[in-house]
């Protein structure tokens, strides 16, 4: 559950602070919406260091091997990921103290494109648990289809924003 709400909620509101027609927080300033993105991603690392403590705990009272499915080895990767990501979000805020002789403009690029790397893998890691033996035996029929193709429509939200945001636009000439 932490887990969940980590990635799904706070991963994806953090991301989308930025976009005009997807937060709730439109029409905070730019520099509200920073805070409010390292407040959410925060979040995502607290809850998803809570969550992986449960899961710990959870699998050694129950004497169950660790890391023993797709499922558990992508979300090590993602959580991995998050973390580097997270320290990318620090040296975008800090570059001086960091003495990063890389230009502002271009570590935001990196950190976005990596951001959406890691939103993608965490997209996959959510989807792979709907493979899991205890998933499969809790949803079936429609809700397990449902339950898996949800996670794809703020992926492709958060893809189209990052990639709108960032990627260079070619003027057309007539």
């Not at 009272?61 to 320290?87: D, K, M, N, R």
């Not at 979000?89 to 990063?100: D, E, M, S, Y």
């Not at 990596?114 to 949803?139: E, K, P």
Request: aromatic letters at 12%; one cysteine or more; hydrophobic letters at 50%.
């Amino acid at each position: 559950m932490c887990m969940s709400v980590a990635y799904c909620l706070c991963m994806t509101e953090g991301i989308l602070l930025f976009s005009a027609e997807g937060s709730p927080f439109c029409f905070k300033s730019w520099r509200s919406k920073v805070r409010l993105h390292w407040i959410c991603q925060a979040l995502v690392l607290i809850a998803a260091a809570t969550g992986l403590w449960f899961i710990v705990a959870s699998r050694n009272v129950s004497e169950l091997p660790h890391l023993a499915s797709w499922h558990s080895l992508l979300g090590v990767c993602t959580l991995t990921a998050t973390v580097l990501q997270a320290a990318c979000g620090i040296a975008v805020i800090f570059p001086k103290p960091l003495r990063l002789s890389c230009p502002s403009s271009r570590l935001k690029l990196y950190h976005a494109t990596c951001g959406l790397v890691v939103y993608l893998f965490s997209t996959v890691t959510v989807m792979s648990a709907m493979f899991t033996d205890w998933f499969q035996a809790t949803a079936k029929g429609v809700a397990w289809w449902a339950f898996l193709i949800l996670p794809l429509f703020p992926a492709l939200v958060v893809m189209r924003q990052i990639t709108n945001a960032y990627l260079p636009r070619k003027k057309l000439t007539s």
